[in-house]
């Protein structure tokens, strides 16, 4: 049987709600890092540029953890534990640019977020990651 997320939680990763990404550093310890992300459905989906640390630790251990909290009630978040299922290339930018326009409004990352010279200037990488386990807070029928 698939791991989802509750529907009465999924907002918390579709939704403007950022997120802590928990990966694995080459020593070991964790390594937190506060993200835009979305879900498909299937997966949970993080947008980096290749050659940061979260992609550097993802391609030695894909193990990870996420959690998003409400933030207009921090009683309420979601923690998803699970597995970079894949990595692909994010070489038109759709995906960063989803991201942007749920996070900020502007439909391109390049020239809003980023200054529009460093649009080609890193690769961008889409992390899917299959949830292994989702705990939620408050519990599914519980307000």
Not at 67 to 96: C, K, L, M, Y
Not at 118 to 134: A, D, S, T, Y
């Amino acid at each position: 049987m698939a791991v989802t997320i509750p529907d009465a939680h999924k907002d918390l990763v579709e939704g403007a709600v950022y997120a802590v990404l928990t990966t694995v550093a080459p020593n070991g310890q964790p390594e937190n890092t506060v993200i835009w992300c979305s879900w498909d459905g299937e997966h949970v989906l993080v947008n980096t540029a290749d050659g940061r640390r979260k992609a550097d630790n993802i391609k030695r251990n894909p193990r990870v953890a996420l959690t998003a909290v409400d933030p207009q009630n921090p009683f309420r978040w979601v923690d998803i534990r699970g597995v970079v299922e894949s990595v692909e290339e994010d070489d038109d930018f759709s995906n960063i640019n989803k991201h942007c326009f749920i996070y900020t409004g502007n439909e391109e990352y390049y020239g809003s977020v980023q200054p529009a010279e460093m649009k080609g200037q890193e690769k961008r990488l889409v992390f899917n990651i299959k949830p292994e386990r989702v705990l939620v807070f408050p519990p599914p029928g519980q307000n």
